[in-house]
């Protein structure tokens, strides 16, 4: 055979070679071409003279040549051409368009090549959602250059819509190359003028309440839930870890705030806190904090926000404080280092920086200097680094004394220097000052930037203890900090027992963006318990990997009981019991538990590792706690706001078929999102815990490497779980009717008699499109059925609805009454009650407060503030609005204001004639919205009294009707107008709705270095 090809060639050869067709290069030349319907026509009498004849056959396009030995199809190759100018994978547009095409633009430019050298054409395609975000056009001269306009927020119809895709195609004629780039437009979606907001009623839907458990399991093979508990007491609530809101820590206040304690946070000192003496911009350092100072009339000491000195007077360690008069200071190195010519303000937000920039040290006070700039070039911030508690930095308040230590505490300080008031966004950042110069204070949260070696008291952190306060440990060597718990004073890093501090959602930011079941989630209410009827997706066996995790609020533990978390245990078979404390109500006790066993007998397997209490007893935990259990085939492992409690590799097989239980029927506690993994362990050692609701597959964390190590460390989160290993995912708000969008205070959305009868009764307010203000739908009140908003009385709750002295405030609402109007057992319609009371005679009783519509006075609005509410102790307070029925079936706009010490009425922004001055606290207990106030079931004011089984005390008042955007403000009194701290223009204005046009401002002074500039 290859002697037969050789042989073949060389003829072949011959012929070329004999007809002249081999060209100057060698290869063979083609010497015509002819078309053919179909190859089957092409000529088989062709030999070697016809080498290099082409053909082609017309029906497949197909290009043939004749080698002399035969025909052969030729391939034709168009190759697809090549951007050499690539668009980028992402771009995030702007967001100034407010009409067509009259925002800021993105230009795209694009460059291709083709191999064969054929001109090319390029062209964009959008999908839907880009189409919805922007429109693109190309420059019809150049044809490569692309414009992409934003559309406006009014035109997109929402702030955060979907990200779209734009296709950019490049084609020869013949193929086609393309690159896809996502497109996201993203406008504001931070709540305006919500920086104050406390409580803020609302309703979605029509006809929901907030008891629907219908829908609630979002697993990909959902469970149904029912209640175990009465229909009174199985609720849900926006309340959460991730509440728009955010957290801030409370220190220095008590039980309804009547006396001051000192509270405090302290850090565990460290060499990361030794910061030497200046060294270029090599030792530069920033300390920061908002502070939210509460006054303490009569209290003549100083108050320490930060004292890093430690165990010597001499130590050259920092520390921040401020006089009574709100004087304030940084001292360090023996004497002041700058202040004292600003002032902080009580009740209201101050930011405080300290920055050492090169051989400077400035004192900024909301971002502008205070005092002198200090020289520091000689100055060794030598932070003691000695063990023992005086060594560790303090917030809230001076160090603490030590009889075996010399110190700045030793020798007393009047009230330990307490702090009273709230910490937010605490930094430290070690390698840089963040500020050089005076700035606008920080608007939106803090994030931890490369040097963070402290950040308490952050975004979605709604946790003291834990890895959640921690250092961004990825861009520096110091390692991470955190709050420990556990053990007795100095060994907890927080004041203990009752003292404890607590978060609260009050802080110095916008809400980032409005309350989203699925963004923000919710919570199963407190005394609440579900089920779930027993099935294999909670039976692990023996060496099937799991992980169970929820996030919980402890309110208290009632009777020196087990507080159940999570439960499966049944009479039979093994199950497992997560849980708070035990029956022996002791400190030590007072800390979580993994156990596994039978409903009448379990084992502990592992519990947190001391008690969380640190003092005499049970208390309040005042935070959320995110709570994990996991096994990985071999260990059991046991989280506590992602510190590893301890581990075991005990053989338990879990085969229990009974009810999965979530919650405590008896016991103070909210269950927050929860999630059951079976077939994957989520955590594998210590952790930063979950910043976000739970998903299928996991959430969002700050890092999933190991919080020790940074980035070079060992993954310790799996956030890649497969979504059907996910068999129950609970983030307990996507059924909820009624909810408080603030998302960071408990309440109880009720139907029924106080006791006896009809107590346990479902139900309560509804949603309602029926009568809407605003077109938002409304909470609808039946005033037969006793619904109402229960404000519950617990630190927390109390803490977001408590007005401290002198503090600015505003409760406003806008209702509508439905039916006749009508008192009910002698009580008048009730819009808000701030003090829940029993008195027979209304508007008498000391320790009443709240606002009514006096049904014998024409519907006109009631304020009744009773002296036992009061401070001071002085008269009651009443103030009776001069105009308005807002009992006549409109709606009304009514609010109550506290503004300069005095106290105001306003109803549809009518203000009544005669404010009262008072600047006295006023303390709050039970209280809400529509009703809460109780009246003596005795046969008086038209009671039937307790014959037949009635209860012994009826609600009272209660309201009939609608009510909608019910927003209760801490630090703002809104109305007339909210004061603005910024530099006025000539177009400011300060009440939405208002609008100052420059030529209309015919004076501008005061807002200029020079005083005399008129800026009109």
Request: with cysteine; hydrophobic share 30%.
């Amino acid at each position: 055979m290859p002697e037969s090809r050789n042989r073949d060639l060389a003829t072949s050869l011959g012929q070329a070679v004999k007809n002249n067709t081999i060209t100057s290069t060698g290869s063979l030349a083609v010497v015509g071409l002819t078309a053919y319907d179909s190859a089957g026509l092409l000529p088989s009498s062709y030999d070697s003279n016809n080498a290099g004849t082409l053909g082609f056959a017309e029906d497949s396009d197909k290009l043939y040549i004749h080698t002399g030995q035969g025909w052969f199809n030729i391939a034709v190759i168009n190759t697809t051409p090549i951007f050499t100018a690539s668009p980028s994978a992402s771009y995030s547009l702007a967001t100034d368009a407010t009409g067509y095409k009259n925002g800021t633009a993105t230009v795209i430019t694009l460059a291709a090549r083709d191999s064969e050298g054929f001109p090319v054409t390029f062209s964009a395609t959008g999908d839907t959602a880009f189409n919805n975000i922007a429109r693109v056009d190309k420059d019809s001269a150049a044809g490569f250059i692309f414009t992409v306009e934003p559309k406006s927020q009014d035109s997109v119809g929402e702030a955060a819509p979907a990200n779209g895709t734009l296709t950019f195609s490049v084609t020869d004629g013949i193929n086609t190359a393309s690159a896809s780039s996502t497109f996201s437009l993203l406008f504001d979606t931070s709540v305006a003028n919500s920086e104050s907001t406390m409580f803020f009623g609302a309703a979605t839907g029509n006809n929901l309440t907030d008891d629907n458990l219908s829908g609630l399991d979002t697993s990909d093979s959902p469970h149904t839930l029912t209640a175990l508990t009465t229909g009174k007491h199985t609720k849900l609530v926006s309340f959460s870890p991730f509440a728009p809101s955010g957290y801030s820590c409370l220190l220095g206040c008590q039980a309804d705030g009547a006396v001051p304690t000192t509270q405090f946070v302290k850090i565990r000192n460290g060499s990361k806190f030794a910061w030497g003496t200046p060294s270029g911009n090599t030792n530069d350092f920033t300390i920061e904090t908002w502070i939210y100072p509460l006054d303490e009339p009569g209290q003549g000491h100083g108050r320490y926000i930060l004292d890093m000195r430690g165990t010597s007077t001499s130590n050259t360690a920092l520390n921040i404080w401020f006089q009574p008069t709100g004087m304030l200071f940084v001292q360090g190195h023996g004497g002041n280092l700058g202040g004292s010519d600003k002032y902080v303000e009580y009740n209201a937000w101050n930011h405080i920086a300290v920055v050492r920039h090169g051989n400077d040290l400035k004192l900024y006070l909301n971002g502008v200097q205070n005092g002198s700039t200090a020289d520091v070039t000689n100055v060794n911030f030598n932070y003691s680094t000695s063990s023992g508690n005086t060594s560790d930095i303090y917030l809230g308040r001076i160090t603490p004394a030590n009889t075996s230590n010399t110190h700045p505490g030793s020798g007393g300080a009047t009230n330990q220097g307490r702090f009273t008031g709230f910490y937010n966004d605490f930094r430290i950042v070690r390698g840089t000052a963040v500020y050089t110069s005076e700035f606008t204070p920080p608007t939106t949260p803090l994030e931890s930037i490369s040097g963070t070696i402290v950040h308490l008291f952050k975004k979605n952190v709604p946790f003291i203890f834990g890895m959640g306060n921690h250092s961004a440990h990825t861009t520096h060597s110091y390692g991470t900090t955190y709050m420990r718990s556990g053990g007795t004073w100095p060994t907890h890093d927080i004041s203990a027992d009752n003292n404890q501090p607590i978060l609260v959602g009050h802080t110095p930011y916008k809400f980032i963006e409005q309350w989203s079941p699925s963004t923000h989630g919710g919570s199963l209410g407190e005394k609440a318990q579900v089920g779930i009827t027993g099935h294999s997706d909670f039976q692990f066996g023996s060496s099937t990997a799991f992980t169970i995790e929820c996030w919980a609020w402890i309110r208290a533990s009632y009777g020196n009981s087990e507080v159940s978390l999570i439960d499966n245990r049944t009479s039979s078979g093994t199950g497992f019991y997560i849980r708070f404390g035990d029956s022996a109500g002791t400190a030590s006790a007072a800390k979580f538990y993994v156990s596994y066993g039978t409903t009448s007998s379990h084992t502990t397997l592992i519990s947190g590792t001391a008690g969380l209490f640190g003092g005499s007893g049970y208390s309040d935990l005042r935070y959320w706690t995110h709570v994990a259990y996991t096994f990985d085939g071999t260990n059991h492992r046991f989280f506590i706001n992602g510190e590893l409690m301890g581990s075991s590799t005990t053989s338990v097989n879990y085969n229990s078929s009974g009810q999965l239980k979530i919650g405590s029927s008896n016991q103070g506690v909210n269950i927050g999102p929860t999630r059951i993994v079976k077939g994957t362990s989520a955590y594998s050692s210590t952790f930063f815990p979950p910043t976000g609701t739970f998903t299928k597959s996991g959430s969002t964390y700050f890092s999933l490497k190991d919080p020790f190590s940074g980035s070079s460390g060992s993954t310790h989160v799996n956030n890649s779980i497969p979504e059907a290993h996910t068999v129950l995912l609970l983030n307990w708000a996507n059924t909820l009717g009624i909810h408080d969008n603030h998302g960071a205070c408990p309440w109880f959305v009720l139907r029924g008699q106080s006791s006896g009868t009809g107590s346990d009764d479902a139900g309560g307010p509804t949603s309602s499109t029926g009568s809407q203000k605003y077109s938002v739908p409304s909470i609808l009140f039946d005033r037969s059925d006793d619904d109402r908003i229960d404000r519950d009385n617990n630190l927390m709750a109390n803490e977001t609805k408590r007005i401290a002295t002198s503090e600015a405030t505003c409760f406003e609402a806008w209702v509508q009454w439905s039916g006749s109007a009508a008192t009910k057992w002698g009580q008048d319609p009730t819009i808000l009650v701030i003090n829940q009371t029993n008195t027979s005679t209304q508007y008498s009783s000391s320790n009443e407060a709240g606002i009514t519509a006096r049904v014998n006075n024409s519907g006109k609005l009631r304020l009744f503030l009773g002296s036992g509410r009061l401070d001071d102790s002085s008269s009651n307070i009443v103030i009776d609005h001069q105009s308005g029925n807002v009992l006549d079936g409109n709606w009304h706009h009514i609010a109550f204001v506290r503004n300069n010490d005095y106290v105001y009425l306003y109803v549809d922004g009518v203000q009544n004639t005669t404010p009262v001055a008072t600047s006295t606290k006023l303390f709050t207990s039970w209280g809400g919205i529509a009703g809460s106030n109780y009246q003596l079931n005795n046969g008086s004011n038209g009671t039937p009294g307790t014959g037949g089984g009635l209860p012994t005390y009826l609600y009272a008042g209660g309201w009939n009707g609608y009510m909608s955007q019910i927003r209760q403000s801490k630090g703002n009194h809104r109305y007339p107008f909210e004061p603005k701290r910024e530099t006025l223009t000539t177009s400011t204005s300060f009440q939405n709705g208002i609008t100052v046009t420059a030529s209309n401002t015919t004076l501008l002074c005061c807002h200029h270095a020079t005083a005399t500039t008129d800026g009109s």
